[in-house]
Every structure is written in C-alpha cells, then in structure tokens.
T-cell receptor, first 113, second 114 residues
Framework: SQKIEQNSEALNIQEGKTATLTCNYT??????LQWYRQDPGRGPVFLLL?????KEKRKERLKVTFDTTLKQSLFHITASQPADSATYLC????????????FGKGTKLSVIP | DTGVSQDPRHKITKRGQNVTFRCDPI?????LYWYRQTLGQGPEFLTY????????KSRLLSDRFSAERPKGSFSTLEIQRTEQGDSAMYLC????????????FGPGTRLTVT
C-alpha cells in the first residue's frame, strides 16, 4: 500500500542549530513533493515545492532535498529560532491526473531558546 | 490580499444532527479542496472542485457527506446524521489554475459531535 512517513513525531533542538526533518514514501512516484507548516489551531501554510528533477531547493533559511531513488525528502531549517516551532507536514500528489495531496502525520518541531 | 475563509470556526452538534460548513476561496482560484484533520494526523483529502465541477472524491468519504460549489465560487460541505467519529477539523484550501501546485488553506472549522 502507499505510505508517507515522517519518522519523527517530535523534534527538540537548541536555538541557532539546524533542524532536519525527514519524509519517506513508498509505492509512489511523485512528480513533486511539498512542505507545509502548521501552527496549533490553524490551517497549513505552504513553504516549498520540489520537483522530481530537482535535487535541492532553498528559500531563505529553508532547504529541501528530494532523492527519488531513496524515496526521501529532507527539510532543513538553518539558524533555527523559537518562532520556527510548529508542526511541519510533507505532502505528495498521489495519483496521475489527480490534484489531491496526501499528507504525512507531521513532525512537531520545538526550538528551545 | 484576502485569504481563504471558513465559517463557522467552531461547531458543536449533537449526534444525528446535520451540519453545513462554508468555504470562501481566494478570489480567482478555480480549484477548491476539502480535507479533514484529526489530532496527531495530517490532513486527509475529502473532495476537489475545479470551478463548479466536483472532479474527485475520496473513496473513504461516506455518503453522509456532500459538497457543492455552485457558480464556482464559495463551497459548502454538509454532513448528515453526524456521528462522534465525524469530530475533526475540516479544512478548505484553494489553488489557482494551471501550473500552480501549492494549496492555500483556510483556518478550518472545528466540529465536535457530542
């Protein structure tokens, strides 16, 4: 069966360090993968999209990598700040011709001052 | 720039009652999506509209759930004969046409079925 796994439910890091979150998937061949941020009681907010032919994408302190051989994406936040504390979700389009996204369960990141 | 809005933000209902939620997408976004999210889980796809046409529907979606998007603008999601298992956050998202793939989410409607 198809599955998306974010293999850390929670991650605590010290302010200023780099946070690395992992998203693994099985039985998909996605054309692209997305990362979203979700704060408690709010809807997800789009952060980055990376396509299958891109190895890496950056936006300010954020970096995403996409390895279609390993079926894995890594999401990095450099120089982390307490304001980065949130749940981070990865999402894939899971069917040809489909626009629906399938989300992982998310990783709750806590940046400790 | 007005984002996606949802109404109501919170709804408490008794089991067996019908409820209806409304979503107003970002203007000129012709794609609209409904998701359901329970605690500790990611959003789960329910259905998708392109303009007024409902193009996709989750196989997991019970026939107690129905969604409409008349005139291709706002959308409503109705749940009939609610059950306690329907308690969740119902999220609406929209996206523009063509090459845009990211989705813009509203704040959600929190449903509690007692």
């Amino acid at each position: 069966s198809q599955k998306i796994e974010q293999n850390s439910e929670a991650l605590n890091i010290q302010e200023g360090k780099t946070a690395t979150l992992t998203c693994n998937y099985t039985n998909y061949s996605p054309a692209y993968l997305q990362w979203y941020r979700q704060d408690p009681g709010r809807g997800p907010v789009f952060l980055l999209l990376i396509r299958e032919n891109e190895k890496e994408k950056r936006k300010e302190r954020l970096k995403v990598t996409f390895d279609t051989t390993l079926k894995q994406s890594l999401f990095h936040i450099t120089a982390s700040q307490p304001a980065d504390s949130a749940t981070y979700l990865c999402a894939l389009r899971t069917g040809a011709g489909s626009y629906q996204l399938t989300f992982g369960k998310g990783t709750k990141l806590s940046v400790i001052p | 720039d007005t984002g996606v809005s949802q109404d109501p933000r919170h709804k408490i209902t008794k089991r067996g009652q019908n409820v209806t939620f409304r979503c107003d997408p970002i203007s000129e976004h012709n794609r609209l999506y409904w998701y359901r999210q329970t605690l500790g889980q990611g959003p789960e796809f329910l259905t998708y509209f392109q303009n007024e046409a409902q193009l996709e529907k989750s196989r997991l979606l019970s026939d107690r759930f129905s969604a409409e998007r008349p005139k291709g603008s706002f959308s409503t999601l109705e749940i009939q004969r609610t059950e306690q298992g329907d308690s969740a956050m119902y999220l609406c998202a929209s996206s523009p046409t063509a090459f845009s793939r990211e989705q813009y989410f509203g704040p959600g409607t929190r449903l509690t079925v007692t």
